[in-house]
């Protein structure tokens, strides 16, 4: 029996939060995480979660000063046409740490960023903090690097929930890196043999980060079709 390629694996109608458009929300692969798009901006689940509680926390989000580190599709396009001071860094050691790329990012290490303390409003990760050796600093630096009143929204894939979380891979003194556990990796923009993970996360994550970096951690867990937030480890 050959397969039908137009089969969808699921189809739904409703409102998409990025793009703000009535939209239809459709997969043809079972891993919805990555492949349930919307139809009119080609958003992800998680970016239609964080842009959910994006409006819901930061109506005015247009007029805010936002640094968002590796940033993605849908989402990351819609923050940078309409958010004037939104600033996108990635991790690319190939320029001076700080340095603007002739393509618009600037260089920066999450773990040690080159940002004056206090200067945005708002921090965005996406799928981000699973792939940091030093969770610890990349949390405390972008606590550093906020406003008073300043927030850090960030999807991560809490692939342990209620059990503890486990580090896959840890960055040895000499620079090496010791794998813990099978490697595993996450697609990259930047580099071609993708990213390495190296933790699972659990549900505990949100007691780590506001020990460390002295913040306010709150998890959202969305479960809406009308919105389009339907996969696993949203």
């Known amino acids: 029996m050959a397969a039908v390629q137009d089969e969808y694996v699921l189809k739904v109608d409703g409102f998409c939060p990025v793009c703000e458009q009535d939209s239809t929300f459709a997969a043809k692969d079972p891993w919805l995480r990555d492949h349930y798009l919307c139809l009119n901006c080609n958003s992800q689940p998680r970016e239609r979660a964080l842009f959910s509680v994006l409006t819901q926390l930061r109506p005015n989000w247009r007029e805010l000063s936002i640094h968002e580190s590796s940033p993605g599709t849908a989402a990351s396009r819609r923050l940078q046409d309409q958010a ?5 860094s990635q991790y690319d050691p190939s320029i ?37 050796f030093a969770p610890d600093l990349a949390i405390s630096e972008i606590g550093r690097t906020l406003k008073p009143g300043g927030l850090h929204i960030c999807t991560v894939p809490i692939v342990n929930k209620e059990g503890p979380s486990v580090r896959r891979a840890r960055r040895k003194a000499d620079g090496t890196v010791e794998h813990l556990l099978e490697p595993s990796f996450h697609g990259n923009p930047m580099d071609p043999n993708g990213s ?12 780590y980060w506001d020990a460390v970096s002295g913040l306010s951690t709150t998890i959202f867990t969305i479960d809406d079709p009308g919105r389009g937030i339907q996969a696993e480890y949203i």
């Open 84 to 88: 004037p001071g939104y600033l996108a």
């Open 196 to 207: 390495l993970v190296t933790i699972d996360w659990g549900y505990d994550i949100a007691a």
């Open 96 to 132: 001076p740490w700080g340095s603007v790329h002739p393509r618009g990012w600037r260089s920066e290490d999450l773990e040690r960023q080159t940002f004056a303390d206090a200067k945005f409003d708002l921090v965005i990760t996406q799928d981000v903090m699973e792939h940091v």
